[in-house]
């Protein structure tokens, strides 16, 4: 099981180079990020944008614009079009956002005539590595899913186990956080958690072990989850992080980032490829992160 994102970045690397299209790629962290990768050997990349602007960032940063495929596409709109388009045709195997809403890559992955096969539900899965743990955390949804519904929820955690087996881990244990760690009636997440520990218990999610309701402490801690008698497999070793809402998800995923110094990434699944999706704020090093983790996985779907 991969634990860190160096190991991450090798086996990438190992996986031999897949091509990214970047939409609106005119923004100097992501054609940094995308540098790195490059000179890894982990990605080609075709860079949709301006092109005028694209090279000038690229020679501001020393890099060679000689060494992409530019496509001068001025309209942010179009430019996602386009990046969905190679993937559609089999040129580039995932889709990176560049310097344009989520909500504009999102209409050209959705269109129903030019956009991506969907395999279920969209949902953004962050992966992060906080130092004092000897694993990975998986935490769904933080970033589109606004109040899943259950029949959300079964898809949200589908989207993160898949992350999961990318990064070698073959049965995650998944946790299903609310805010207290029995079911109560009137908090809809614990009903929610009731049941889907009952489908995975059935087969109807598989692949994973599905523990809930959780506390978020009793989850990610042993000794919290010793400490209320909560002898579940998933207690206190959770690897999947699946949240109540995207309020929820959004606060913890950042929380981590800024208050803990988690290297992270992230990405989109269900659209048949997986798409780079980090914050604008997000430095370098976690957009690298995120296309390293979207070659993996691209890798295990193809």
């Not at 996986?15 to 080609?44: M, Q």
């Not at 914050?279 to 779907?301: E, G, M, T, Y």
Request: hydrophobic share 45%.
């Amino acid at each position: 099981m991969i634990k860190d994102f160096e190991t991450i970045l090798k086996h990438a690397k190992e996986s031999g180079p897949k091509t990214i299209a970047v939409a609106a790629a005119e923004d100097d962290d992501v054609l940094k990020a995308v540098e790195y990768a490059r000179l890894e050997g982990i990605i080609n990349a075709i860079l949709i944008g301006d092109k005028e602007i694209i090279e000038t960032i690229l020679e501001e940063n020393c890099i060679s614009p000689d060494e992409y495929i530019i496509l001068d596409v001025k309209d942010k709109a179009e430019a996602c079009t386009r990046a969905v388009q190679l993937v559609r045709t089999g040129r580039a195997s995932t889709i990176m956002k560049g310097f344009v809403d989520t909500s504009v890559i999102l209409k050209a992955v959705l269109n129903k005539e030019a956009g991506l096969p969907l395999e279920g539900l969209l949902s953004h899965v962050g992966v992060l590595k906080v130092d004092r743990y000897d694993r990975f955390f998986i935490i769904s949804d933080s970033a589109l899913n606004i109040s899943p519904s259950l029949e959300d929820k079964v898809g949200i955690i589908e989207n993160a186990v898949k992350v999961a087996h990318a990064l070698g881990n073959p049965n995650p244990k998944v946790a299903i956080i609310c805010p207290v760690e029995k079911v109560n009636e009137k908090i809809v997440s614990t009903v929610h958690a009731a049941e889907l520990v009952k489908m995975n218990e059935e087969g109807i999610i598989t692949g994973c072990i599905v523990g809930g309701p959780f506390a978020l402490d009793n989850a990610v801690s042993e000794e919290a989850a010793k400490h209320k008698g909560i002898s579940h497999p998933v207690a206190g070793k959770a690897d999947v992080l699946i949240t109540p809402n995207l309020e929820v998800g959004n606060v913890l995923n950042k929380a981590m980032e800024y208050f803990a110094y988690t290297e992270k990434a992230g990405i989109i699944m269900g659209a048949g490829a997986p798409i780079v999706l980090t914050s604008r704020a997000s430095s370098s090093v976690s957009k690298l992160n995120s296309i390293a983790v979207a070659v993996l996985v691209a890798d295990k779907i193809s």
